[in-house]
């Protein structure tokens, strides 16, 4: 990408009109480099059926550690400069790959939140998210070594991997 804002779209997503210009405006008059939207959840039938709410701003990282408050990659508008110096997404992880990046981005970027559910999750079908053995077989372990690697006592280390094996319930009884 070349301009000075990435935002991404996922296929089954959708943005409110304002969306890009008003993450495009927070970027611009304020510290943070990333901005995230809060996420309307709709079903087959367009109703919605839960809102994610874009609350934690600054330095995620701690709350990274313990859940992904930024969530689905479509909610996110970056800064170009910002993931210039970041590794790019992990290719190889079937899930998760959105939480990891974010780990790893929380190393040197400040996020913004926009409270007002600028993006659209469509909730239909099969979703890669839920899938159960490529969380727990792929994803688990390198997430676990992301946040390993981001905090330093045993007890955090202990808090956000029960956190982390709660998610991954989740996943299972989902499925």
Same mark, same amino acid.
């Given at each position: 990408?070349?301009?000075?804002?990435? +935002?991404?779209?996922?296929?089954?997503?959708?943005?409110?009109?304002? $969306?890009?210009?008003? *993450?495009? #405006?927070?970027?611009? %008059?304020?510290?943070?480099?990333?901005?995230?939207?809060?996420? $309307? *959840?709709?079903?087959?039938?367009?109703?919605?059926?839960?809102?994610?709410?874009?609350?934690?701003?600054?330095?995620?990282?701690?709350?990274?550690?313990?859940?992904?408050?930024?969530?689905?990659?479509?909610?996110?508008?970056?800064?170009?400069?910002?993931?210039?110096?970041?590794?790019?997404?992990?290719?190889?992880?079937?899930?998760? *790959?959105?939480? #990891?990046?974010?780990?790893?981005?929380?190393?040197?970027?400040?996020?913004?939140?926009?409270? *007002?559910?600028?993006?659209?999750?469509?909730?239909?079908?099969?979703?890669?998210?839920?899938?159960?053995?490529?969380?727990?077989?792929?994803?688990?372990?390198?997430?676990?070594?992301?946040?390993?690697?981001?905090? %330093?006592?045993?007890?955090?280390?202990?808090?956000?991997?029960?956190?982390?094996?709660?998610?991954? +319930?989740? +996943? +299972?009884?989902?499925?």
């Amino acid at each position: 990408a070349s301009g000075s804002y990435i +935002a991404f779209l996922d296929s089954d997503d959708e943005w409110a009109p304002d $969306k890009i210009k008003r *993450q495009v #405006e927070q970027l611009r %008059t304020t510290e943070y480099e990333a901005s995230y939207t809060s996420v $309307k *959840q709709v079903d087959e039938n367009g109703e919605i059926n839960s809102v994610r709410h874009a609350r934690n701003e600054g330095n995620l990282q701690e709350s990274l550690t313990k859940s992904n408050p930024i969530g689905i990659f479509s909610s996110l508008m970056i800064s170009k400069n910002a993931i210039d110096g970041n590794n790019p997404l992990d290719p190889d992880l079937p899930c998760w *790959q959105d939480w #990891e990046w974010y780990l790893r981005l929380s190393d040197s970027v400040l996020f913004g939140a926009i409270v *007002q559910p600028l993006t659209i999750r469509h909730n239909e079908g099969d979703q890669i998210s839920d899938s159960f053995y490529p969380k727990r077989e792929q994803a688990y372990p390198v997430i676990l070594q992301r946040v390993r690697e981001r905090l %330093t006592s045993e007890r955090d280390i202990s808090t956000a991997k029960s956190h982390l094996q709660t998610h991954l +319930a989740y +996943a +299972a009884l989902s499925n």
